[in-house]
């Protein structure tokens, strides 16, 4: 049916009739986003969201139209105030950035110019380029490797492994498949590596059992012995040692594997060196730390994240690779309709398209861009800092208390601990910590995750947040005791009132 | 070194210190960006970056800050005036969209929430899982099938392919690898077919001579005999059919395969059913071209755009699979760290992590939810209708003077032609053409792209744009005829001077 306030004839748009009045909507939705993050430590890290909301996303496919201030408080009422939590000062799970007010700004300019950063004759290949170079100086990559931007570290590994097989499996695996290989490939890496690599390990048609997971030693580093005693097996086996990945750090403790040694090791072998730095690259920028991840520089691809550490808001990673000809080898495809041209809009040597998966891209290098030149690399370098500074403070405060219990090694910003109290047994410890979690979660008070430290269950603080003071940190430890102990006593009457009907 | 503003031992953070300064300078941009787009068509399509532009993309990393108003400042001069051209009205190259102010304005908000739509119990999980369901409703898929937002076609394609793989290859893929298979396994399209699907069949690990193209009969649809014996002799030979890829839309001409009869081969021989649908298979919209894609609705797993031909802005694609417990099995993946709960954060059934390659995920979903409901399907379902009409405007233009030729039928929204002229030979008629197009670029006045059909250079409208008005096309044909004749003279000159030359 026909728009009725449409003339017979007369063509239709999806731009507004009345700019003025969406102009005035947007102005709105700015000043309420950006009063929504000054106000952010006001709020709790993160509510449930009611059932009478949860269930009101059902909605038929609208057929009609719908005033966009109507849109907007819909917005406002049912999505705004459910958020993950990851914008707050005290959230600390997972790995997750906050997100910045220019990273917001920057997005909405990137999405009016709407440009498509597959490549061609436009600024935009020119901002990610200069992004690029930038990359390679914060982590200290050789200035001559190529990169590209990509949507995060499960992409950035991806991307980088994908080099790894293509250019490295010694046959034309992009013609042939893997399964023409004339020995089976095998990938080595710690058993702490992050999912993703095994995920594109899968993806990439090698199999999970090729991906060789080498024991960690006491800082949850890998085991070098163990790894060149693998290796040595495999070639024994008829295997190929394709590719080494590397750790710059773990998602479970931020553990940073000997690099250097990982390094030499690769070129001693003929391995192709792989570095999963999805946070801890970042952590070259500071001097204090840039030692943990010595050797990264040397690696034949890095993976990084720059939604997390560098805090700029969802999606930004980076895949930098060595050798610029066997990251285009491993992607490059140009049939008719791409044929790049010398002049016009097809006219450009920039072409991403030719380094990783995607073909239509966008314009995320522009927050990069402008939170680089906005803040200067050497806040950055101070922001990364701090957090790792937190995280001893956090560490203290922890070992400080009796009632706490300190997991693993804190090298870099992850903190896993547990509250212990006067509780014996692994059982009720790990369920006592669960529980903890979740009403902390709750709360609203403060945002940790979780992970298994030597199969007990560890509150995993991980601190890439330029929100966070240590007096959140502070108050995050005094809420742990205080709902630990409660816990305790819950546990205690549990088990009395069960031992007491048991007697009856 | 430390902020010298920075009181010693405090706390530094990205956020700004002056919110006031930050909101005004927000609010200029915005206004910038409205007005950006409200006064597109005055401006030309595109226009080349100069030289002293291009080579100012060498700055060293930036240390220390500076002023966000001065990095808008560097942006409005050096980047917002060359971008793709995309947004203009007067765009036809490849296939792009063209954004919307509201779609601008969901990246501001989606940014600013910066919520991680890896999953959990977040509002973003709720409007990701309601836009999956209303991008069911549009194409007519089966409402029990399950979906996922990604980047674009590229990754729509590698999704939907991996779940073929993984689920359909007759052994676990994902633990022992690609090489484990007991029969080469096989991949048939049109030899019309899209590069990502081939660059998706070499990334799984198949390799492309796994990808068979199969010839197209005269309407650039697969063969359907071809594809039979194909298959036959596949079998025949000891492969493994894994999967047929039909084309809802191809590039070159838009084209449409018969899916239904794909469909009843896939089901008759046991073969998965993929549909690259990228633009076309939001035809569905539109009763005048459902037809086209019917037999679309019977895949076992569909990808297609919304950046595209839903005109929203980059990046947001669309991956449906019929079985979800294929889709989930193809990629979900739970270590201890991201166990998932059943109350906090982590409290939530909806992981589209278990469903995709990304972990960390943005709201892309936004977007998509906000323009639905602003506009309504039907009005997307007009707009489509109406470039489909655009397109048939144009065939007719072209078909009306006897200066341009048509190079292939134009089913959907996309015409192939050349400017024909008097030149005879198809060397000076490919040259003539390329030469037009690069001057279309450099005019500003239109940008359509270029591909090669039957061998000949065409100069390729696609026409995925909401701005369009029958007068652009008008307009561009004009010039196109005018441009034609002007190269016709240059070329008959320098054909007489060489002529002369030779005589001398």
Redesign the interface.
């Known amino acids: ?3 009725p306030a449409q003339a017979e004839g007369e ?6 009739r009345d ?1 003025d009045r ?2 005035e ?3 709105r ?3 309420d ?2 009063e ?3 106000t952010v430590r006001d709020r709790p890290v ?1 509510k ?2 009611p059932e009478e ?2 269930s009101s ?12 201030g109507d ?2 408080r ?2 406002s009422r ?10 707050h000062p005290r959230f600390w ?2 790995v ?22 597959g490549g ?5 290949g ?2 990610e ?2 992004v690029i ?2 990359c390679k ?2 982590v200290a990559f050789p200035s001559g490797g190529s990169g590209i931007l990509v ?5 950035a590994n ?1 991307v980088g492994l ?1 080099v790894a ?2 250019a490295h499996a010694g046959f034309d ?9 004339p020995a ?1 490939l095998r990938v080595y890496a710690s058993a702490e590596v992050h ?2 690599v ?2 594109a390990v ?9 991906l060789r997971l080498i024991p960690v030693s006491a800082g949850f580093t890998i085991d070098l012995e163990a790894l060149r005693r693998t290796i040595r097996e495999d070639r024994l086996k008829g295997c190929r040692p394709l590719c080494v990945v590397g750790c710059a750090g773990t ?2 403790t931020g553990a940073c594997d000997p690099l250097d040694e990982l390094a030499d090791l690769c070129k001693a072998e003929g391995i192709w060196f792989h570095v999963d730095g999805a946070f801890g690259a970042l952590a070259a920028l500071a001097p204090g730390l840039r030692g943990l991840v010595k050797g990264m520089e040397r690696a034949d691809s890095l993976a990084f ?1 720059l ?2 550490w560098m ?1 700029l ?3 930004v990673g980076c895949t930098l690779v060595r050798d610029p000809a066997a990251h285009r080898g491993a ?1 490059a ?7 790049h ?1 010398t ?5 450009s040597d920039l072409w991403f398209s030719d380094y990783g ?7 995320r290098a ?2 990069v861009w ?10 950055f370098a ?2 990364i800092r ?1 957090n790792a500074g937190q995280a001893k403070y956090l560490e203290q405060l922890v070992r400080a208390r009796p009632e706490l219990e300190l997991l693993a090694p804190v090298p870099l910003n992850i903190v896993c601990f547990r509250y212990r109290g006067g509780v014996l047994g692994k059982k009720p410890l790990d369920e006592l910590n ?1 529980e903890l ?2 009403r ?3 709360s609203g008070v403060a ?1 940790p ?4 430290i030597a199969d007990s269950y560890a509150l ?1 603080v991980c601190i890439t947040n ?5 007096e959140d940190l502070e108050l995050f430890v005094a809420e742990v005791i205080r709902l630990g102990a409660r816990l305790e006593k819950e546990t205690a009457r549990a088990g009395a009132a069960a031992a007491a009907g048991g007697r009856a």
């Not at 049912?78 to 914008?87: A, E, H, Q, S, V």
Request: neutral net charge; proline residues 4%.
């Open positions: 049916m026909k728009d063509e239709e748009t999806l731009d507004p700019w969406v102009r909507l947007g102005h939705m700015l000043d986003m950006v929504y993050l000054r993160w449930p969201i909301i949860a996303f059902h909605e038929e496919l609208p057929r009609g139209a719908t005033d966009l849109v907007y819909d917005f049912r999505i705004l105030p459910y958020p993950t939590g990851n914008i799970g997972w997750m950035g906050n997100g910045t007010v220019t990273g917001m700004f920057a997005e909405m300019l990137a999405a009016g110019m709407n440009l498509n950063q061609g004759a436009q600024s935009g020119l901002v380029a200069q170079d930038w100086a914060m949507s995060g570290g499960s992409m991806l994908t097989r293509n695996v992009r013609a042939e498949g893997v399964a023409a290989s089976p999912s993703s095994q995920k899968e993806l990439l048609g090698l199999g999970k059992n090729a998602v479970n994240d939604h997390k805090y808001p969802y999606e992607f495809l140009t049939p008719d309709y791409l044929e041209t002049r016009g809009i097809g006219g998966i995607q073909l239509s891209r966008g314009f522009l927050k402008m939170s680089i030149k906005e803040q200067g690399i050497d806040k101070r922001m701090q669960k979690l979740l902390l979660h709750e945002a995750s979780y992970t298994l995993r330029h929100r966070t003071r240590r």
